[in-house]
């Protein structure tokens, strides 16, 4: 298992501002973070990390400095951003699903919990104030729902013009209104998300636009402190460290995420290799081209022309985040799982009986823990995380489909108390 940085102890480049700075994932490349704007290695074409000349412990980050996200401003590249209160999301135990399933612990990092209902906000709060510093006029993203919402939201509280690029027809109608309300300018294309992304990323080529979509390096910084919470909050509440995290997956951001938030903390001392927790990625059946990478141990992804599934906000067929989330589950000794819409929607309801109430995307982690649990994959002594992305209002028609139906009855008591007879 190999879970060190590129050149954990090598000196600091000369392009670095501040002790950070950018590299390319796999050649030597480095550069300066906010001089230009990158995407991309301008050498190799892959995808890029931020990097530190200083790694700080869990015991380092003070509790005096705040809450949420800007709590491990030591550990992101801006020392402040556009911020709503995002983050600091609970941790909740969910004592029916975790005595049927049959593991020693089971929590819900519910990340529905943010300001606009999605993990969403922990990226933007980090990347708008990255783009504030880079003196652009402009933002923009591809979407299937959570990341317009929260651009947008984000956009707006910076005063900044956001351009979103929707799929017509295949967006959750929750997360198309907040955008609206929040003032971005929505394009619905004929396509589906990946076909959005190629047109985003040509425009942000083009210079007409910031891309804060997960292919840019810092959104995915400030998606790193979700893995800082869920430890921190796991120790707090079981005196242990989660042997797995269970999560969706989408374009992968949040698995190459928390993969780096793990090896910074090996860097600084703070966890052992064999203390870092398995990551597990969960994906829906109808758009599953991460699984298939895993299980036929491929390199690399092959992108899915057609996708389709209920869980709307992982209907991605060509997840970006691939080149680093693939490591990511092979280095912690992970796996990935694709599940039904059925199970997923199975899911939704047995979080909701838990109280715990999410998006069909969501609950595909608790589906995909099921499913590896029945087939011995994880075993009965194993403390366990399962990452819940999106808040249940955010697809309100999915959630009133998974649940009962209402009951007509008569305008007075006497036929209230006889239908309930």
């Given at each position: 298992?190999?879970?060190?940085?590129?050149?954990?102890?090598?000196?600091?480049?000369?392009?670095?501002?501040?002790?950070?700075?950018?590299?390319?994932?796999?050649?030597?490349?480095?550069?300066?973070?906010?001089?230009?704007?990158?995407?991309?290695?301008?050498?190799?074409?892959?995808?890029?990390?931020?990097?530190?000349?200083?790694?700080?412990?869990?015991?380092?980050?003070?509790?005096?400095?705040?809450?949420?996200?800007?709590?491990?401003?030591?550990?992101?590249?801006?020392?402040?951003?556009?911020?709503?209160?995002e983050g600091a999301t609970p941790l909740y135990e969910v004592p029916t699903i975790e005595e049927e399933v049959?593991?020693?612990?089971?929590?819900?990092?519910?990340?529905?919990?943010?300001?606009?209902?999605?993990?969403?906000?922990?990226?933007?709060?980090?990347?708008?104030?990255?783009?504030?510093?880079?003196?652009?006029?402009?933002?923009?993203?591809?979407?299937?729902?959570?990341?317009?919402?929260?651009?947008?939201?984000?956009?707006?509280?910076?005063?900044?013009?956001?351009?979103?690029?929707?799929?017509?027809?295949?967006?959750?109608?929750?997360?198309?209104?907040?955008?609206?309300?929040?003032?971005?300018?929505?394009?619905?294309?004929?396509?589906?998300?990946?076909?959005?992304?190629?047109?985003?990323?040509?425009?942000?080529?083009?210079?007409?636009?910031?891309?804060?979509?997960?292919?840019?390096?810092?959104?995915?910084?400030?998606?790193?402190?979700?893995?800082?919470?869920?430890?921190?909050?796991?120790?707090?509440?079981?005196?242990?460290l989660p042997d797995r995290i269970v999560l969706p997956v989408g374009n992968a951001g949040n698995t190459a995420?928390?993969?780096?938030?793990?090896?910074?903390?090996?860097?600084?001392?703070?966890?052992?290799?064999?203390?870092?927790?398995?990551?597990?990625?969960?994906?829906?059946?109808?758009?599953?081209?991460?699984?298939?990478?895993?299980?036929?141990?491929?390199?690399?992804?092959?992108?899915?022309?057609?996708?389709?599934?209920?869980?709307?906000?992982?209907?991605?067929?060509?997840?970006?985040?691939?080149?680093?989330?693939?490591?990511?589950?092979?280095?912690?000794?992970?796996?990935?799982?694709?599940?039904?819409?059925?199970?997923?929607?199975?899911?939704?309801?047995?979080?909701?009986?838990?109280?715990?109430?999410?998006?069909?995307?969501?609950?595909?982690?608790?589906?995909?823990?099921?499913?590896?649990?029945?087939?011995?994959?994880?075993?009965?002594?194993?403390?366990?995380?399962?990452?819940?992305?999106?808040?249940?209002?955010?697809?309100?028609?999915?959630?009133?489909?998974?649940?009962?139906?209402?009951?007509?009855?008569?305008?007075?008591?006497?036929?209230?108390?006889?239908?309930?007879?």
């Amino acid at each position: 298992m190999d879970l060190s940085l590129s050149n954990p102890t090598a000196p600091t480049p000369d392009c670095a501002d501040d002790g950070v700075w950018l590299a390319c994932i796999d050649c030597e490349w480095t550069g300066a973070p906010f001089d230009e704007i990158r995407y991309r290695c301008p050498d190799c074409e892959s995808l890029l990390e931020v990097r530190y000349d200083d790694h700080p412990t869990l015991a380092e980050f003070d509790a005096d400095s705040g809450h949420g996200v800007w709590r491990y401003a030591d550990a992101l590249p801006v020392d402040s951003g556009v911020s709503i209160e995002e983050g600091a999301t609970p941790l909740y135990e969910v004592p029916t699903i975790e005595e049927e399933v049959g593991v020693a612990e089971l929590r819900v990092k519910h990340e529905g919990m943010n300001p606009t209902g999605s993990f969403k906000d922990r990226g933007m709060t980090v990347g708008v104030r990255v783009a504030e510093r880079l003196g652009v006029d402009r933002l923009a993203c591809a979407s299937t729902g959570n990341t317009s919402a929260a651009l947008a939201c984000y956009g707006a509280r910076a005063g900044t013009q956001v351009l979103v690029l929707l799929p017509a027809g295949k967006v959750a109608a929750g997360k198309v209104a907040q955008a609206s309300l929040h003032g971005a300018r929505i394009l619905e294309v004929d396509g589906n998300f990946d076909d959005c992304l190629d047109v985003v990323a040509d425009l942000a080529d083009r210079g007409e636009a910031y891309l804060l979509n997960s292919l840019n390096p810092f959104r995915l910084e400030g998606q790193k402190t979700i893995g800082l919470e869920m430890l921190e909050g796991f120790r707090d509440q079981t005196g242990d460290l989660p042997d797995r995290i269970v999560l969706p997956v989408g374009n992968a951001g949040n698995t190459a995420a928390l993969y780096k938030a793990f090896r910074e903390l090996v860097a600084a001392g703070e966890l052992a290799v064999d203390e870092v927790p398995t990551l597990t990625g969960v994906q829906a059946e109808g758009a599953a081209p991460m699984v298939e990478a895993v299980e036929e141990d491929r390199e690399t992804v092959q992108r899915w022309a057609d996708v389709e599934t209920r869980a709307t906000a992982i209907r991605i067929g060509n997840p970006v985040n691939a080149p680093k989330a693939l490591p990511a589950i092979r280095e912690t000794g992970g796996t990935a799982v694709a599940v039904s819409d059925d199970e997923i929607t199975d899911a939704q309801r047995a979080l909701a009986r838990d109280g715990v109430g999410v998006e069909p995307a969501s609950a595909a982690s608790v589906a995909g823990l099921r499913k590896l649990r029945d087939a011995g994959v994880v075993g009965s002594d194993e403390r366990v995380v399962c990452l819940t992305t999106g808040h249940l209002l955010k697809d309100p028609d999915a959630a009133a489909a998974a649940g009962a139906d209402p009951e007509p009855v008569p305008a007075d008591t006497a036929g209230v108390l006889d239908h309930l007879s």
